[in-house]
């Protein structure tokens, strides 16, 4: 089994930034992808960020331009630098690896951007 791990969420004004993280442990083994994805309430989740192997990114288009993923293979972790965020970034962030052929998910880290 894989476990992810996410910190960095928070209370934070608007126009503000904040840094997640996400750590994995247990399983692992060289990742197809590594992600981001959020849920507000009452809606359905959705990508943010997702970064391959071959280093390639995918963002939400809410994510562009103002969002940005990494990766530090070495040590299984994958971040996401949000900058300009704004109250309808609030949500739950959850971190999501894919590796030989399965999925697996953190239990989420609430971003509230309010002032």
């Known amino acids: 089994q894989v476990q992810l791990v996410e910190s960095g969420g928070g209370l934070v004004q608007p126009g503000g930034s904040l840094r997640l993280s996400c750590a994995a442990s247990g399983s692992v083994s060289r990742a197809y992808s590594m992600g981001w994805f959020r849920q507000a309430p009452g809606k359905q989740r959705e990508l943010v960020a997702v970064?391959?192997?071959?280093?390639?990114?995918n963002y939400g288009d809410f994510a562009k331009g103002r969002f940005t993923i990494s990766g530090d293979n070495a040590n299984n972790m994958v971040y996401l630098q949000m900058n300009s965020l704004k109250p309808e970034d609030t949500a739950i962030y959850y971190c999501?690896?894919?590796?030989?052929?399965?999925?697996?998910w953190g239990q989420g880290t609430q971003v509230t951007v309010s002032s």
């Open positions: 999501k690896r894919v590796q030989s052929a399965a999925a697996y």
């Open positions: 970064l391959y192997n071959d280093g390639s990114t």
